[in-house]
Structures are given as C-alpha cells and as structure tokens.
C-alpha cells in the first residue's frame, strides 16, 4: 500500500509560480509512474502530468505544456510539480497519483492517490 501526501499549495497571483511536492510512502516508489491531476469545481478530474518510473520520459496537458515541469527524486521518494505562468483557469485542487510500472495520462489507470491540494490563482 502506498501513501502520498501533497504539499505546497496555496494563493498565487496570475503570472506566478508555485512548486507541488508529492511524498510517497509504504512502497517502492522507483516501481511506480507518478502523475499529477487536477480538479476544478464543477469539472471531471483531468491529466496534468507524469513521469516514468526513472523519470526519464514526462508528459504533459498541453494546457499546461511549457510552463509546467514535473520531476522525481527516487532515492527521496518525492515527486514535483513546479508550476510556472499561473493562470487563473489553473486553479483547482492538484491530486499526487501512483501506478504500478508503466506511465499512463488516464486518472482511472492509477493505483493509488493522495488527498490533493489546494491551489488558488488570482487574476
């Protein structure tokens, strides 16, 4: 069973930038892509990003693609999502994700979830 815990959420204003960290345990987290979703009120979850189990292959929304960066660190068992340009329209809650080996962009293809975190951008 493994355990992710988001932080780093929070109030921006637009054109500014935050940095989400995910931390993983009861795992072996270089077994597991990692993704990063999000939800907005009134709208169905969506991809943000992921990362491959090395971290060697990212993929992005291209709602985001070119302002977001996401990257991993194994042996901390961390994974990031550092969010650059905010928008207004990127303000949701953002969801850490877990899926057994292979790297996917489909919510319902992840094992395991955190409890999300809050991020705000004003306009």
């Known amino acids: 069973q493994v355990q992710l815990v988001e932080s780093g959420g929070g109030l921006v204003q637009a054109g500014g930038s935050l940095r989400l960290s995910c931390a993983a345990s009861?795992?072996?987290?270089?077994?597991?892509?990692m993704g990063w979703f999000r939800q907005a009120p009134g709208k169905e979850r969506e991809f943000v990003a992921a990362?491959?189990?090395?971290?060697?292959?990212?993929y992005y929304a291209d709602s985001v693609k070119g302002r977001f960066t996401i990257s991993r660190d194994n042996p901390k068992n961390t994974v990031w999502l550092q969010m650059n340009s905010l928008k207004p329209e990127d303000t949701a809650i953002y969801y850490c994700?877990?899926?057994?080996?292979?790297?996917?962009?489909?919510?319902?293809?992840?094992?395991?979830w955190g409890q999300g975190t809050q991020v705000t951008v004003s306009s």
């Open positions: 009861g795992g072996t987290f270089r077994s597991y892509a």
């Open positions: 994700a877990a899926r057994r080996v292979l790297v996917t962009t489909l919510a319902h293809e992840y094992d395991y």
């Open positions: 990362i491959s189990m090395s971290g060697v292959s990212t």
